[in-house]
């Protein structure tokens, strides 16, 4: 099995590419964000104040969650048997992730599932940490990035398209705190593994993306 890591700050891309570059080469898509939003909607749905970890700790034995890959594409998440794939994508959701991914015990808890999903099937799995904690030897690390405007101005759009009224100024301030967040947090900070090739996608679109990461599998996986 084949394994490549993709990382980088919230508003990458990372979603979108790294499941495109899966389906261009047969691998599985893994988007490891999702199951830590999972864990932070299950704690917010118990009443839970993600801020506490003891309080995120104590709903830990209660939860389980399932990864499943649909005919749509999609990677779903079961939460305790319900399927809250979209729930998860909700914008409050994000920070709540950002909140639990820093409890250690957390991590540890979601560390076996995503390295059993690497050891089950060739992967493209995208997160904050998946070169440098989950797949240490993932055959190709990417880290995505761009600057803070262009991925608020990115996510901007899509919460328009979705109809969400949220303003643009309100998306670079939650960025930028996410940012904060991820990259100052104790356990597993959000950095590029020593090995990893950075890609900065600020001046690209969709499509110059793909191409470069594309062009990347094939000159060192020749795939």
């Known amino acids: ?8 700050p919230a508003g990458a891309g990372k979603s979108t590419l790294a499941k495109r570059l899966a389906e261009s080469i047969g691998f599985l898509y893994v988007d490891t964000g999702a199951i830590y939003r999972s864990v932070g909607l299950f704690a ?3 009443n839970k104040n993600c801020e506490c970890d003891q309080e995120v700790i104590s709903v830990l034995p209660d939860l389980e969650l399932t990864i499943t890959h649909e005919a749509d594409g999609l990677q779903h998440m079961l939460m305790n048997g319900e399927d809250v794939t979209f729930q998860i994508r909700q914008n409050e959701v994000s920070r709540l992730a950002s909140l639990v991914s820093r409890i250690p015990e957390v991590r540890e808890f979601l560390l076996k599932t995503q390295r059993n999903m690497a050891k089950q099937h060739s992967v493209v799995m995208d997160g904050r940490d998946i070169g440098t904690v989950i797949l240490p030897d993932a055959a190709l690390k990417i880290f995505l990035t761009a600057s803070v405007e262009e991925r608020a101005k990115r996510r901007h759009a899509e919460l328009l398209q979705k109809g969400s009224q949220v303003s643009f100024e309100q998306i670079c301030s939650e960025i930028s705190s996410r940012d904060e967040q991820d990259s100052n947090r104790t356990i597993a900070p959000l950095k590029a593994a020593e ?3 950075v890609v900065d996608t600020s001046i690209l679109d969709l499509e110059e993306s793909f191409q470069v990461l594309r062009g990347l599998v094939e000159e060192n996986l020749g795939i």
């Open 1 to 8: 099995m084949l394994s490549i890591a993709i990382d980088g």
């Open 44 to 46: 917010h749905k118990q």
């Open 195 to 197: 090995d990893a090739i």
